[in-house]
């Protein structure tokens, strides 16, 4: 991996796969109008818009509400009741938040439960850019109360303070190189109070759940229970 590239869009890029980078390398060349990497550079070393495309595009930085619909429906019918069961409180952390869309669409599914003034809602993410336009989204003031936001390397800076009851990381163990995502789900499960719940996206699931101390409880989901 070349360090200049790496010093320039200030990105941990040895932690996604290889393939990965070396295709939005490919993109941002065209996009950008530059021929091969020595030339990307410096175009995102002049143009700051440049090196915020090119982070976004390596960080795959999509977001929609109620992006994979089945899962919320997992979430409102089945996670979150067992969560709340009793009048407990819930604690999720949205891992790789993008712009916000994730975590927004958990605290409108929570606000239609009636439980949304018993969370704590936190989302997270590796580019300010994200968590610039996750703040500056419009959410209803219940939600908006609700929520805070962190920049947070996964790779790198381990997991937040506490112990997470609901922790949602979908899609991005997938574009990560395989030391890099096995560190990611140790840092994700040990983020978790007992019994509480992992979500990954629904391309990804955990080949060995029980030696992180968790067990299936749902498709993709998995619950903490050692």
Known sequence: MHSDLV???????????????????????RREHVSGEDALVRALREDSEARRRFRRSVAISHGAMFRDPE???????VLLPRLLAGG???????????DGAELHTLGL???????????????????????????????PDEVRARMRWERRDLAA???????WRLVLC????????????????????????????????????????????????GPHAYERVA
Request: include cysteine; aromatic fraction near 4%.
């Open 109 to 139: 599914v929570l606000s239609r439960m009636g439980a949304l003034e018993r969370t704590v809602l936190l989302g997270s993410d590796l580019l300010d850019e994200n968590l610039a336009l996750a703040r500056a989204g419009d959410y």
């Open 7 to 29: 010093r320039v869009s200030g990105l941990p890029l040895h932690s996604f796969r290889r393939d990965h980078v070396a295709q939005q390398v490919e993109r941002a060349c």
């Open 88 to 98: 407990a409180r819930v604690s999720a952390w949205s891992a790789g938040c993008s």
């Open 157 to 163: 800076d381990g997991p937040p303070a506490g112990r």
């Open 170 to 217: 979908r899609n991005v163990a997938i574009y990560l190189t395989e030391a890099a995502r096995e560190a990611l789900y140790s840092t994700l499960s040990s983020a978790l109070a007992m019994r509480g719940v992992l979500l990954l996206g629904r391309s990804e699931r955990l080949i060995d759940p029980g030696s992180l101390g968790l067990r299936p409880t």
């Open 71 to 77: 899962q919320f429906k997992l979430l409102e019918e």
